[in-house]
């Protein structure tokens, strides 16, 4: 990344979470931020060079109205799934475990595919200590990792993966293509 300014978009609905972004985003001197609220927003920045990288929530709204927000309707997964064809760096992000219900789905769908890993509430598996809000910091650090690491040279797309070590602490690697 050297000197140059880094490009994301926060796809965000909740209020509270866009403020806590938008105050941690705020500090960085290295990024500039564009924010969407709705799949509609969102996918106009989805284009080649349009981002560098992209954080999204899992579950929010495919327009401005609240109509069409469903609990399950994971809309993040499908950012994902369109980062992941346009080769742009994506990371998704949730104030929830990554183990609950509307979520394990959107995790091991990410893992199947080699997509980067959830960013959830808990930092360490096992670890019953969850933190308020959304990790936006390890989200940018998985963001900056997988812009570092370039697609991978066999697909041509961006993989990252959560990987433990002995002791209980865990780090991110990128994933050897096979």
Not at 120 to 135: F, I, L, S, T, W
Request: with cysteine; net charge negative; proline share 6%.
């Amino acid at each position: 990344m050297g000197d140059s300014i880094m490009r994301i978009l926060v796809i965000e609905d909740n209020e509270r979470h866009i403020a806590d972004a938008k105050n941690f985003f705020d500090g960085q001197t290295d990024v500039e931020v564009e924010y969407a609220s709705n799949m509609e927003t969102a996918l106009p920045h989805l284009k080649p060079d349009a981002v560098d990288g992209v954080i999204s929530d899992i579950i929010f709204p495919y327009d401005g109205s609240r109509r069409s927000y469903k609990p399950n309707g994971a809309q993040g997964a499908i950012i994902a799934a369109l980062c992941h064809e346009r080769v742009i760096p994506c990371v998704l992000i949730t104030d929830s475990s990554h183990h609950s219900e509307n979520n394990n789905w959107v995790c091991g769908t990410a893992r199947s595919l080699h997509l980067p890993e959830l960013i959830d509430c808990v930092r360490n598996p096992g670890d019953p200590m969850a933190v308020k809000g959304k990790r936006w910091e390890d989200a940018l650090i998985t963001l900056h990792r997988l812009i570092e690491a370039g697609p991978c040279n066999k697909h041509g797309r961006y993989h990252l993966v959560h990987k433990s070590l002995p002791g209980n602490t865990s780090f991110l690697r990128i994933k050897a293509c096979e």
